[in-house]
């Protein structure tokens, strides 16, 4: 199972399935250590050797934009949002 259970769901499975060998594991953010790595992503993308631009796909401005760019997120139609205040 790979991604992320809708809010509320729970998933299953039979005793069996654990008893063939598989396993089940889970990370939050993926693994990400933020407290860790942070600080090498923000040197990487300040010596333009990261292009997080090709990801931001909307750019909206001012406190007002900040549901819509939430809005945007949840439909699908926007990979990441920018709001600048």
Not at 8 to 15: A, N
Not at 40 to 55: F, K, Q, T
């Amino acid at each position: 199972v790979i991604g992320v259970a809708a809010a509320g769901k729970e998933l299953s499975t039979r005793p069996f399935q654990l008893v063939t060998g598989r396993t089940w594991k889970g990370t939050a953010f993926g693994g990400f250590k933020s407290r860790d790595e942070v600080p090498a992503l923000v040197e990487r993308v300040m010596n333009n050797e990261l292009p997080i631009d090709a990801y931001v796909t909307h750019r909206m401005k001012g406190v007002a934009a900040t549901t819509d760019a939430v809005e945007a997120l949840h439909s699908g139609d926007c990979l990441r949002a920018v709001v600048s205040y």
